[in-house]
T-cell receptor
Framework: EAGVAQSPRYKIIEKRQSVAFWCNPI?????LYWYQQILGQGPKLLIQ????????DSQLPKDRFSAERLKGVDSTLKIQPAKLEDSAVYLC??????????????FGPGTRLTVL | AQSVAQPEDQVNVAEGNPLTVKCTYS??????LFWYVQYPNRGLQFLLK??????LVKGSYGFEAEFNKSQTSFHLKKPSALVSDSALYFC?????????????FGAGTRLFVKA
């Protein structure tokens, strides 16, 4: 099966600009995750969707970050305006079932964001 | 609150020797535990998981992990390390009782296997 696709792979912007990331999960996977991975740290969950509904966005900085999952498939994550501390790798992942705490996650290659 | 600790930033081992990457966790309910590996410029890949049952779980690439409830640990092991095992390893935990929506990852341990 095809893996999780993400684009772009790299993005460089200046602070206060906006940026958007796209993710296409594995076909049929109900749950989609966005993580932020800062250099030297483990991934931190930003938002989790089950189908097209949000089940956890407690760590999403909602004043600048937004995300949506269209028709329960693709997802976009947006940052507006970006800050220097947003420089990180943004990982998208999916898992098979909805509410599947037992499921492993399948990760995309990530988007490396640099904010200057 | 859930938490995961990986006490070693880096583990060095010679090829052919056994390796252990340590992980301890804290949850209020039953834990679901995972190990992932990250190779350079690639996304995380699932290695193995513990949900319930046998405390020793086997996963990909010859890796295994032992769940120890009394020590709240889930150490990753391999009997004979390969140079190609050199990568960044992450332990992760979910709390099973509540449905475990949030996955908490450790900070990662870099494994370096010397030929």
């Amino acid at each position: 099966e095809a893996g999780v696709a993400q684009s772009p792979r790299y993005k460089i912007i200046e602070k206060r600009q906006s940026v958007a990331f796209w993710c296409n999960p594995i076909s049929g996977h109900a749950t989609l995750y966005w993580y932020q991975q800062i250099l030297g740290q483990g991934p931190k969950l930003l938002i989790q969707f089950q189908n097209n509904g949000v089940v956890d966005d407690s760590q999403l900085p909602k004043d600048r970050f937004s995300a949506e999952r269209l028709k329960g498939v693709d997802s976009t994550l947006k940052i507006q305006p970006a800050k220097l501390e947003d420089s990180a790798v943004y990982l998208c992942a999916s898992s098979r079932t909805s509410g599947g705490a037992r499921d492993e996650q399948f990760f995309g290659p990530g988007t490396r964001l640099t904010v200057l | 609150a859930q938490s995961v600790a990986q006490p070693e930033d880096q583990v060095n081992v010679a090829e052919g020797n056994p390796l252990t990457v340590k992980c301890t966790y804290s949850v209020s309910g039953n834990p679901y535990l995972f190990w992932y590996v990250q190779y350079p410029n690639r996304g995380l890949q699932f290695l193995l998981k513990y949900i319930t049952g046998d405390n020793l779980v086997k996963g990909s690439y010859g890796f295994e992990a032992e769940f120890n409830k009394s020590q709240t640990s889930f150490h990753l092991k391999k009997p004979s390390a390969l140079v190609s095992d050199s990568a960044l390893y992450f332990c992760a935990v979910r709390e099973g009782n509540t449905g475990g929506f949030k996955t908490i990852f450790g900070a990662g341990t870099r494994l370096f296997v010397k030929a």
